[in-house]
Nanobody, 121 residues
Framework: QVQLVESGGGLVQPGGSLRLSCAAS????????MGWYRQAPGKQRELVAA???????NYADSVKGRFTISKNNAKNTVYLQMNSLKPEDTAVYYC???????????????WGQGTQVTVSS
């Protein structure tokens, strides 16, 4: 089974930075896309950033210019560099990936366990 393991969350002051990592492991034929979602208390989950296998990226308007998503294809790992953090960024951040496990199957959606990011003074 495919597993996504996240790391890098924590407590940071406004204006600070954090770098999240998510490594996919297991039976993987190909990875179509990986991304980061977040969910704050009492709010719906939202897409933060995503990156395709070809390197195209997409960001939520609220994080453009502050967050950068990147990947290491050899390690099946995606990163989220978060700079100029704001209290509004406080949320549980979840890694997501669309993964094909064999050449004749269909891709499936996988999720990490989530990592807490708290931005507070």
């Amino acid at each position: 089974q495919v597993q996504l393991v996240e790391s890098g969350g924590g407590l940071v002051q406004p204006g600070g930075s954090l770098r999240l990592s998510c490594a996919a492991s297991g039976s993987i034929f190909s990875v179509y896309a990986m991304g980061w979602y977040r969910q704050a208390p009492g709010k719906q989950r939202e897409l933060v950033a995503a990156i395709t296998s070809g390197g195209s990226t997409n960001y939520a308007d609220s994080v453009k210019g502050r967050f950068t998503i990147s990947k290491n294809n050899a390690k099946n790992t995606v990163y989220l560099q978060m700079n100029s953090l704001k209290p509004e960024d406080t949320a549980v951040y979840y890694c997501n990936a669309d993964i094909l496990r064999d050449s004749v199957g269909v891709p499936h959606d996988y999720w990490g366990q989530g990592t807490q990011v708290t931005v507070s003074s």
